[in-house]
T-cell receptor, first 113, second 113 residues
Framework: QKEVEQDPGPLSVPEGAIVSLNCTYS??????FMWYRQYSRKGPELLMY????GNKEDGRFTAQVDKSSKYISLFIRDSQPSDSATYLC?????????????FGQGTTLQVKP | DAMVIQNPRYQVTQFGKPVTLSCSQT?????MYWYQQKSSQAPKLLFH???????NEADTPDNFQSRRPNTSFCFLDIRSPGLGDAAMYLC????????????FGQGTRLTVV
C-alpha cells in the first residue's frame, strides 16, 4: 500500500468551476501537509502547506486537513486556464527534521476556457 | 531569476554508459535533495545532503551516487544507467531540514537508449 494515494485524473473542468483535489494517507504520524503545483516540463512549486488538522486559505486556494480521516484536500475557486497543471500533495515524514517529503502521484487538472 | 538550476534539461545516454546530472543553487541553502520522478508517478527521494553530510535513502539503488563539492553545486551520478532509470530527475534545496519550503529546479529528463 502506498503511503500517499492521489487520484491521477485527468480532471477537466470549465473556467470558473470550483475544483476539489484530494489525497489520502496511511501514516497517522504525518504532521505537515503540502500542495505543490507542477507545470508541464517544470519542477514542482509550493502552493501551500498546513500543519495538523484545519483549513488554510490563500486567495483562490484553500487547503484542508482532516487527520482523523487521514484525508487532505485542495480547493480552487474560480478556476482559470492558468491553473491547468499537475497538483501534487506531499507530506513530511517524521521525524520532521529530515526534510523528507512523501508525494502523491499528482492529479492532472485542465481548466477549459 | 532561476534559483535552482539543473543542467542539462534533457539528457540522452546509452544503456550502461555513466552519466552525470548537475544542480546549482543561488540560495545558499544548506540542504540539497535529489528526487526521481518517473512518468505519471510521484517524485521519490533518492538522497539528500545536509551541508556536507550525505543521507542516502534505504531503497536507493547503489547505481546512484551523489557529490556535493561545495554549497552551490550537487551532482547525481548514475554509474550504469538501465532502461528503468529513464525519468525526470529533480533537484531541490531548502534552507534547513524540516517543514520549510523546498525550491525545485526544472528537472533533467533522462532518456536511456
Amino acid at each position: 500500500q502506498k503511503e500517499v494515494e492521489q487520484d491521477p485524473g485527468p480532471l477537466s473542468v470549465p473556467e470558473g468551476a470550483i475544483v476539489s483535489l484530494n489525497c489520502t494517507y496511511s501514516n497517522s504520524a504525518f504532521q505537515y501537509f503540502m500542495w505543490y503545483r507542477q507545470y508541464s516540463r517544470k519542477g514542482p512549486e509550493l502552493l501551500m502547506y498546513t500543519y495538523s488538522s484545519g483549513n488554510k486559505e490563500d486567495g483562490r486556494f484553500t487547503a484542508q486537513v482532516d487527520k482523523s480521516s487521514k484525508y487532505i484536500s485542495l480547493f480552487i475557486r474560480d478556476s482559470q486556464p492558468s491553473d491547468s497543471a499537475t497538483y501534487l500533495c506531499a507530506m513530511m515524514k517524521p521525524p520532521s527534521n529530515t526534510g523528507k517529503l512523501i508525494f502523491g502521484q499528482g492529479t492532472t487538472l485542465q481548466v477549459k476556457p | 531569476d532561476a534559483m535552482v538550476i539543473q543542467n542539462p534539461r534533457y539528457q540522452v545516454t546509452q544503456f550502461g554508459k555513466p552519466v552525470t546530472l548537475s544542480c546549482s543553487q543561488t540560495l545558499n541553502h544548506n540542504v540539497m535533495y535529489w528526487y526521481q520522478q518517473k512518468s505519471s508517478q510521484a517524485p521519490k527521494l533518492l538522497f539528500h545532503y545536509y551541508d556536507k553530510d550525505f543521507n542516502n535513502e534505504a531503497d536507493t539503488p547503489d547505481n546512484f551516487q551523489s557529490r556535493r563539492p561545495n554549497t552551490s553545486f550537487c551532482f547525481l551520478d548514475i554509474r550504469s544507467p538501465g532502461l528503468g532509470d529513464a525519468a525526470m530527475y529533480l533537484c531541490a534545496t531548502s534552507r534547513d531540514r524540516g517543514p520549510l519550503e523546498a525550491f525545485f529546479g526544472q528537472g533533467t529528463r533522462l532518456t536511456v537508449v
